[in-house]
């Protein structure tokens, strides 16, 4: 073989080496999460600049991000005046990673400080923070769904019924992105603000005190489903005494009036809070039960 034909084959191995290391198809085998605030410059409404007034995401990168194509931002719960972060959020985060699903925790603003509408002000900049990272990270940026728990899931399903497709005048570029998610999880989530079956701590921490009867149906989810809320999947417990069940099915009827493809999952035994429970052999199902409809959408390949 003479030298051209060497060179030749060296340029042509050195040309598969580098499309195999490509940042596209690259393993990530050594990634940690990292945590970024919403807003660079403070968020709008901050009353402070302590953590508790410093809305964050956390990135949770899987080992091949291409490999699904999809994202999820994570609401941990907490009555709108705590965040259970560790078993609702990065517990959830790293079941995600092995689907291949980039994942996001969010860090919003609480009550009693803050109240409506900062919470869903600091959903929906995560939402476009998540769409206008798209490509830095791997996934689709019309596969960026949102879950949420208990408080959380009352969020992720305000954000689900409460969004724009971008503000064009914007000068923040991530705010001309839409904040719509692409489909919605709430597991034992607060929907409804009106009795009987609100939870009124996280009516108050939300609204404050006295909260008129608009401003509760204004916030109660059930009441503004439309054709364009994202498809869903619920899930809760007959034995939840905090938040009861019927939110759970008010929201469900409510997609299902409106043409929406929904799951529920309602189980018999278990306390609100059981996150992913696996120890228990009926309910530790229901993540199965999740990812069985995530791969029935197609958001678990490309």
């Not at 042509?12 to 050594?30: D, G, R, V, W």
């Not at 403070?42 to 402070?48: E, R, S, V």
């Not at 092995?98 to 609480?110: C, E, P």
Request: hydrophobic share 40%; proline share 8%.
């Amino acid at each position: 073989m003479n030298v051209t034909h060497w060179t030749a084959l060296l340029l042509f191995a050195i040309t598969c080496l580098a499309q195999a290391q490509s940042p596209e198809h690259k393993l990530n085998f050594t990634a940690e999460p990292q945590t970024f605030h919403l807003w660079e410059h403070g968020a709008p409404g901050a009353l402070g600049d302590a953590d508790e007034d410093t809305p964050t995401i956390t990135v949770y990168p899987p080992l091949d991000p291409t490999r699904s194509g999809t994202a999820i931002l994570i609401a941990p719960g907490g009555s709108y005046t705590m965040l259970a972060s560790n078993h609702e959020g990065r517990q959830f985060a790293n079941l995600f990673n092995g689907m291949g699903v980039t994942a996001f925790v969010l860090k919003y603003r609480l009550g009693p400080k803050y109240h409506n509408p900062i919470e869903l002000e600091d959903a929906q900049r995560a939402l476009r923070w998540v769409r206008a990272h798209a490509q830095q990270y791997g996934y689709q940026a019309d596969r960026v769904g949102m879950m949420g728990f208990s408080a959380g899931g009352h969020l992720a399903s305000t954000a689900a019924t409460h969004f724009d497709s971008g503000k064009p005048e914007a000068t923040d570029p991530i705010d001309r992105v839409g904040c719509r998610p692409d489909f919605l999880i709430l597991a034992y989530p607060v929907i409804t603000m009106l009795p009987p079956y609100a939870h009124e701590g996280s009516v108050e921490n939300l609204l404050g005190k006295s909260a008129s009867t608009e401003l509760r149906k204004q916030m109660s989810n059930e009441l503004n489903v439309t054709s364009q809320t994202p498809p869903t999947f619920l899930f809760s417990t007959s034995a939840d005494t905090l938040v009861p069940p019927e939110n759970t099915v008010q929201f469900y009827l409510a997609l299902r009036k409106a043409g929406v493809p929904a799951e529920m999952h309602i189980f018999e035994r278990g306390p609100h809070g059981v996150g992913l429970n696996l120890e228990d052999p009926v309910l530790g199902v229901w993540p199965t039960l999740l990812t069985n409809w995530l791969r029935e959408r197609g958001l678990l390949t490309r």
